[in-house]
């Protein structure tokens, strides 16, 4: 059980990783473009709210990778694969 545990938080941990390099790709980007609208005080605050704001798609892309981590998951245990073979066959079989 503990394994299943340190698996799982390993899987979303590397998730979280690859969504806060992308969410500060995002701020960059959303930052430079109020920047080039000139936005200043409140336009600026209201504008990268928005620009920041999760898509649908962003949002449904991770709900399937999270739907995904723990199917690979289930499927290791049913496997019994331990330490670092399971982490390998999650991490491949996460990757889309």
Same mark, same amino acid.
Do not use: H
């Given at each position: ?23 500060? #790709?995002?701020? +960059?980007? $959303?930052? /430079?473009?109020?920047?080039? !609208?000139? *936005? =200043? &005080?409140?336009? @600026?605050?209201? %504008? ?18 999270? #739907?995904?981590? +723990?199917? $690979?998951? /289930?499927?290791?245990?049913? !496997?019994? *694969? =331990? &330490?670092?073979? @399971?982490?390998? %066959? ?7």
């Amino acid at each position: 059980m503990k394994n299943i545990v340190i698996a799982a938080v390993i899987a979303l941990v590397a998730t979280g990783n690859a969504f806060a390099a992308t969410q500060q #790709e995002k701020m +960059r980007s $959303c930052s /430079a473009e109020a920047k080039g !609208k000139s *936005l =200043k &005080g409140e336009e @600026r605050r209201e %504008f990268m709210s928005q620009c920041l704001s999760s898509t649908p798609e962003e949002k449904q892309e991770r709900l399937a990778l999270k #739907e995904k981590t +723990r199917a $690979c998951t /289930a499927e290791a245990r049913s !496997k019994g *694969l =331990k &330490g670092d073979e @399971r982490r390998s %066959f999650i991490e491949q079989c996460t990757d889309v």
